[in-house]
């Protein structure tokens, strides 16, 4: 039984690892939590089980009760300023850390957690959620077996969705510079993992272009209140109409994102909520100054250049990706699960795909060269892609965390720190290119 002390009882900490350790008492166990909102703390630590006195409004007080209560390792679900000074506070006890993403939100306090991990000798695992996804574990089996020969060039679409940017990014947690981090860091760090998990590298230069174009007050319907609520006159056309998103779409749901608005999920206490609430404000009078799109190019040693392009202008909430290689190309969406795989050798065939099941198989013109389909990806009990919990991916990382505490493993058990930490480089590296208009080399300022 490894004994969870959760930093954090908001949307990750409570709906993620904490219901995962729940529906799996002879794995895992919430031990304690820390939580300064009193009844998410005690949501939490009711369904789990946690007696009043491992209950915490402060995580400091939970990391140094750590070996009186008996913990295992610690999940660290805080807001994002606070987690490189819980995880180095949690690395002082020598116990494993499962840290939220990011890591760091300034280069400075990444360098600093980094040191303190070499010195300490940390166990600490990223929550890199799409490296667990089974779609990009197929993707990657792919390009481990040498299927496409050796990688050219890799293409990664962040199509953010217009409903889940407003949200999260107009009217939520990482809408603002100065309570956040850059849109690069807080959103593509798991895409920019994953370009690098696959270059098997840091990148030789880093360059990226974007800005904040839409989302600003000079774009606002003429007469737009600061809130939805106080009489927009343009109510029925908007497209970010709170009382829409929150009230209507989601009316069956009181799970993320309703849960943030407050603790009433009735459709009189959504309301209340937006009436003055953050989620209830105008999208073009809100304090966010994040940009709302942004492309990203790396040069790899090797010879690999991979492009990350992210944009809250799309109708879907999903990724997509190209890979081209010497001897093939993968393209797929992680919405539908889908994979493409051109194979340009007559006698080429694919590997095992344990995670994946088999689609058509047909020739492509001019050249007659296969072209396999492949679906990876859990499903419904209908049969239909399943997104829950990151397309699996949240599930396999506490899972993965787990099985390694519970199989006694220490050295190689979790995700390479330093390669995890690098996608956080190339997030600043891409932010400062923005900003100063210019290429950045590895290593440099």
Known sequence: MIRLGILGAGARGSDTYGRWAIGHPDRAAVAAVADPVAHRRDALAAAAGVPEAHRYGDWRALAADADAIGLDAFVIALPDRLHVQAALAAAGTGLPILLEKPAATTEDDLEALAAAARRLHARIWIG???????????IRRL????TIGRLATIRVEENI??????HSYVRGNWRNLASSSPMVLAKTCHDLDIIRWFAGEAPATVASSGSLSY???ENAPAGAPSHCLDGCPAADSCPFYAPRYYVEALAGRDGWPVALLGDDPSPEGRMEALRRGPYGRCVFHSDNDVVDHQQTVAAFPGGLTAVLSTS???GQNTRTVRLTGTAGEIAGNLRTGGLEIDLFSPAAELPELPEARPGKTFTREPMGHRVFEVYAGPVTTAGEPDHRGHSGGDEALID??????????TEGA???LEASLDSHRMAFAAERSRLEGRTVHWGRP
């Open 128 to 138: 890199h959620v799409m490296r667990y996804q089974p779609f990009w574990r197929t």
């Open 143 to 146: 390009v481990d077996a040498g």
């Open 161 to 166: 969705g217009f409903w889940h940017y407003a």
């Open 215 to 217: 989302f600003r007050p």
């Open 312 to 314: 809250a202008f799309t």
């Open 400 to 409: 993965a965390f787990v099985t390694a505490l519970e199989q006694g493993r």
């Open 414 to 416: 979790e995700p390479d």
